[in-house]
């Protein structure tokens, strides 16, 4: 079953403007992970951001995490035409030990050049 | 550096026959989860192997079944195929606790059920 749902289900937006994407999950987490996938591909792991963190940055991708309201949002600031892909988010249940991870159903981003 | 090799690329298969999806995990990494993917869909996750057993599984009948072999590659199998089990199905390797890295996945298997 899918643990995180993202929001919104599809985005367009024009070269140079931020992308913000959201999550929302059920269950307490240890951490979350958003990933990208590019049409029929594998996904490709973007960053990860543990429960006791409440925000991370990777160049152009910043992440923040309020457990509180058990939500997450990927922000892609001066989007460019090569980031249109799928996003989605992963979560683990803090219940398993383990690497184990469900994800939502991604929202689809594309960037008009 | 090798990442995830999964074999084949591509299958077409008839209702009720058989089929043995492949994955090599990346190097240095123990643990392999399968999952499979629907077109316009998420990932839905199928099971994760670590050391050669089966330690989560998904909400998928036993139809669909699993090995891990000693040099951590795997093998996913689905019996008496059903139409709807045409997708995407993708092997991630990983080590059994999360680290920054998360995920390496292959590009997949796209499998077809006529």
């Known amino acids: 079953s899918q643990q995180g749902e993202e929001d919104p289900q599809a985005l367009s937006i024009q070269e140079g403007e931020n992308a913000t994407m959201n999550c929302s999950y059920k269950?307490?987490?240890?951490?979350l992970q958003w990933y990208r996938q590019n049409s029929g591909r594998g996904l490709v792991h973007l960053i990860l951001i543990r429960s006791n963190e409440r925000e991370k940055h990777s160049g152009r991708l910043r992440v923040t995490l309020d457990t509180s309201k058990k939500s997450s949002s990927l922000l892609i600031t001066a989007s460019r035409a090569a980031d249109t892909a799928s996003y989605f988010c992963?979560?683990?249940?803090?219940?398993?030990?383990?690497?184990?991870?469900?994800f939502g159903a991604g929202t689809r981003l594309t960037v008009k050049p | 550096d090798a990442g995830v090799t999964q074999s084949p690329t591509h299958l077409i298969k008839t209702r009720g026959q058989q089929v043995t999806l492949r994955c090599s995990p990346k190097?240095?990494?123990?643990?392999v989860s399968w999952y499979q993917q629907a077109l316009g869909q998420g990932p839905q996750f199928i099971f994760q192997?670590?050391?050669?057993?089966?330690?989560q599984r998904g909400n998928f009948p036993d139809r669909f079944s699993g090995h891990q072999f000693p040099n951590y590659s795997s093998e996913l199998n689905v019996n008496a195929l059903l139409l709807g089990d045409s997708a995407l199905y993708l092997c991630?390797?990983?080590?059994?606790?999360?680290?920054?890295?998360?995920?390496?996945f292959g590009s997949g298997t796209r499998l077809t059920v006529v």
């Open positions: 991630a390797s990983s080590l059994l606790r999360p680290t920054n890295y998360g995920y390496t």
């Open positions: 269950t307490s987490i240890n951490n």
């Open positions: 992963a979560t683990d249940a803090r219940m398993s030990n383990n690497n184990d991870m469900r």
């Open positions: 192997y670590y050391e050669e057993e089966e330690r």
């Open positions: 190097s240095g990494h123990d643990t």
